[in-house]
């Protein structure tokens, strides 16, 4: 068993927090809230910063909001069903609260529900800006798509193109940051976690967001190698309950790898249009296109086992299947329903996880 990993440095986690607090602290408090646009997953933001909007991804407020639990116990008061995804209650809750009233919804390639949540949003007078990833990840059908996208928001694909030019930089030092993470494991697995999954949003302003990452990787320069662990692979959706990263942190493991987050930066070759990079981002088509990505990372990587979350409720449960005949190493299945710590059973499955990889 690998010596027990204390490494939470304090120029970590609370300074890039700090540095790029979520957009319900710098935007939702202004007069210019109508410039807000809410999404549901990650949607291409270069369409919307191009039509000078602020993309304000409501998983990251509800998630982050200390009042998470009472949002879901909101949404069901208001008629949602218990043994629907809390996820999708959280965001109901989370667009009520910030007073969003514009919002893209993935119809194709992002969730089963999304159709029902749209009309709830709708319902509740949301105007619902639809967007769809094609099934079968035909390019002449997201060219249509992203045009489709600009034509709806106000903007052109040409100034969409000059915005992917624009988050450059941006996404460059994401790819550093994950490096960072597997390579000479300066950055930790919640780190990792945070800074990929703010990328869906840039945190409504990629300026600050470029130099917070920019200060946060001169930080993690300095910092000393830490003691060996096992090396982890985390995939699924990221997930609803909290504390799972520290966890095994104390437990002498390590995620080094975040699929669906890493996805949410799109990663991959830098020089490409704009219908490539979102043909290229895996989450949003079938589960073999994720299986492939994931098996190239878990070999890169040298990933010892795969812990797959499968959100209470989520149709990707049903993909737990494939994963385990599928992927060359163990793979632990955990399943959360509501924001919360996690309890004491997937303690002790992680720890004997950890302990027999060990
Ligand atoms: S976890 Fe699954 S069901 Fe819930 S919002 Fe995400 S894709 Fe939809």
Redesign the pocket.
Known sequence: MPEKIRHFNPDGIESMLTAISPPEHQLLGRSNRDRLIGIT?TVPSECIFAAGLVPVDLNNIFITSPDAKEMIIRAENAGFPKNT????KG?WSAAKQAGISRVIGVVQG?????RALMEMFSYGGVECIPFSFPYGRERELMEVELKLLCKRLGTSIEAARDWQNRLAPARRLLREIDLRTFRNSAVTGIENHLWQVCSSDFAGDPETYESAARAFLDAVSKREAPPPFVRLAYIG?PPICSGLYDFLEEHGARIIFNEMQRQFAMPGAEERTLVEQYLDYTYPYDIFLRLEDIRREIKSRDIAGVIHYT?S????QIEDCIVRDELPVPVLTLDADRPGAIDGATKTRLEAFVEMLA
Do not use: R
């Open positions: 997953t995804c809390c996820w999708i965001i992002d969730c089963s529900n999304t959706v959100q409720f989520c149709y990707h």
